[in-house]
């Protein structure tokens, strides 16, 4: 029998990759898309007529209700939120809305309609903010720090309560940062590869930067993809701290990307005191063993190998046209 997964979130970056996953494992993949999703419908490119789209208000907990009982998914990805975090400032309650409770109302449905689907709550390091001590892994204490990472945190423990008082197989991974092509320009991994490939074109010179000190723990979102997967092919609905377990400078991030192309960062990095952010975290790190023992999991593409990647993605759409690099001879990240 076919399995069908259906995928919230599915034009955003990890819903891309997901569904790639999902449709060479022989799934049936359909996505819940609100109505004012519709125009991101193009980022899925080639998958576009691969999944089925089902059109949904994901506020609607009768709308919701009715397309869980319709398609009675052996699976559901539940990958609905903003993808900047920083914009969750702007509308705290319509993120809160968006991330917890689309998670309440998609359990609500499974138990109401009485399946056995296994569901996957999409839960960030975020949440764990201000840390204490570092790497974090799963029994590390939450202490978000913005309205995105609190919101994560309600729907991450409505997963689990849904769990312990009706039996539900739902399972998180909290994810620490990934990346790809695929990111948006506000992310500094895509900026700095976007810079980088302008550069190398003659396009751009400098690119303005804030604390290069910063630090994260980046990896590839193809390779967080699969950990999802995995959580729910497990014999028991768990959650997972997933992320490579190495801190990378943003210093490194650039040198790096830059270095792909056979640039020299210093040469083109101008530092604006301005772009300084007071939130910036520099001990979020995983420790993700327990991933490695129970699943077998472990990030397959290297730093070096990810922004080479971004960088020469970004080459080929500058060439093709894919995109456009208005310039005024420097670029800026935020």
Not at 88 to 96: C, E, F, H, I, N
Not at 155 to 164: F, K
Not at 202 to 224: C, P, S, V
């Amino acid at each position: 029998m076919t399995k069908t997964a259906l995928v919230t979130g599915i034009t955003g970056q990890d819903g891309y990759y997901l569904s790639h996953l999902l449709l060479n494992q022989g799934y049936r993949v359909v996505g819940l898309v609100s109505p004012h999703r519709q125009p991101n419908l193009a980022k899925l490119g080639n998958l576009a007529t691969q999944v089925e789209i089902y059109n949904v208000d994901l506020r609607d907990p009768l709308a919701l209700l009715n397309a869980v009982e319709q398609l009675r998914p052996q699976e559901i990805y539940n990958l609905a939120a903003p993808s900047f975090v920083p914009d969750s400032w702007k509308d705290p309650l319509g993120t809160l809305d968006l991330i917890t409770g689309t998670a309440t109302r998609l359990l609500d449905a499974v138990r109401q309609v009485g399946l056995s689907t296994r569901f996957y709550q999409a839960s960030s390091s975020e949440m764990f903010g201000d840390v204490l001590s570092s790497p974090q892994d799963e029994e590390t204490t939450f202490r978000p720090k913005n309205p995105y990472a609190a919101a994560k945190l309600h729907a991450h423990w409505t997963m689990v309560h849904h769990r312990q008082r009706y039996g539900l197989f739902a399972c998180s991974g909290i994810l620490y940062n990934h990346e790809s092509p695929l990111r948006p320009p506000q992310f500094v991994t895509r900026k700095v590869s976007l810079a980088a490939a302008s550069i190398k074109l003659g396009l751009a010179e400098t690119l303005e930067m804030g604390n290069l000190d910063a630090k994260r723990d980046w990896g590839f979102a193809g390779d967080y993809v699969r950990a999802m997967w995995l959580m729910l092919q497990a014999n028991e609905p768990e959650e997972y701290v997933i992320g490579t377990g190495k801190l990378r400078s943003v210093k490194e991030l650039v040198s790096i990307a830059f270095d792909s192309v056979g640039l020299n960062w210093e040469n083109h990095i101008v530092i604006n005191t301005n772009l300084l952010r007071q939130d910036e975290h520099f001990q979020l790190v995983a420790n993700p063993s327990k991933a490695k023992k129970n699943l077998g999991w472990e990030p397959e593409v290297s730093f070096e190998a990810l922004l080479e990647k971004m960088v020469q993605t970004d080459i080929e759409r500058l060439q093709n046209g894919s995109i456009s690099q208005a310039t005024e001879g420097k670029l800026l990240v935020d």
